[in-house]
């Protein structure tokens, strides 16, 4: 179980990174931050909560060898990922006009709506991330979506550096930077447990 949990605690690592690094940019910033993550994370768990039928699936199929039908509960899983985070990624890109609508005022509204403009696309790719991990747990294969979510922290790191600060030439975005990076991490973070599987 400690390859799950430490797979799990990624995900948290992975925010106080973005808040840490934030925080020395400046403290604006981290509310900025935060309006977005309002958004992002109640959609994801909703998403990710569409795929979560398919563990005992899954496992269930697995301990009675019945390995073709593995991998169509996993199908299935990455169908449901897909269109409830692609429904999810649009209600997301509407962050400023729903944050405006809870009653926060223009600027800040103008400011949490281009994070989680940022974080949108990011939504399909933790859901896809989510429904493989949960695949390859039910099939007693934890080690992979810890070393993906190793990986992942270690890029989200690297791209907040860059994109927070504009180093190496590229824009100063702040929050919108740890935003990106985090969307960028979860993208490759999915593509490689895909990969893995097939």
């Keep these: 179980a400690w390859p799950v949990m430490l797979s799990r605690a990624g995900i948290l690592v992975m925010a106080f990174c973005d808040i840490a690094m934030l925080g020395r940019y400046g403290a604006g910033a981290i ?3 935060t309006l977005g993550v309002s958004i992002f994370v109640p959609l994801l768990v909703i998403a990710i909560g569409f795929c ?6 899954v496992a269930r199929a697995f301990g009675a060898g019945a390995w ?4 169509r509960a996993w199908r299935r899983a990455l169908s449901w990922a897909v269109l409830t985070s692609g429904i999810a990624t649009l209600i997301c890109w509407q ?7 809870f009653g926060q005022e223009p600027a800040f ?12 696309p ?3 790719a933790q859901a896809v991330f989510t429904a493989s991990a949960f695949y390859l747990e039910a099939t007693r294969r934890t080690m992979p979506a810890l070393v993906a979510m190793i990986f992942a922290n270690l890029g989200n790191f690297g791209l907040n550096w ?6 190496w030439g590229l824009p100063e975005l702040g ?20 990969l893995y599987i097939v």
């Design 95 to 101: 962050g400023e006009a729903l944050l405006a609508l």
């Design 31 to 33: 509310g900025e931050l």
């Design 68 to 71: 073709i039908e593995c991998g």
């Design 122 to 124: 990011g939504l399909v």
């Design 175 to 194: 929050a919108v930077g740890a935003a990106l990076a985090s969307t960028l991490v979860r993208v490759a973070a999915a593509v490689g447990l895909v």
């Design 52 to 57: 979560s039928g398919m563990v005992p699936v």
């Design 109 to 120: 509204a103008a400011r949490g709506g281009a994070v989680a403009r940022a974080l949108a």
């Design 162 to 167: 860059l994109l927070i600060w504009g180093h």
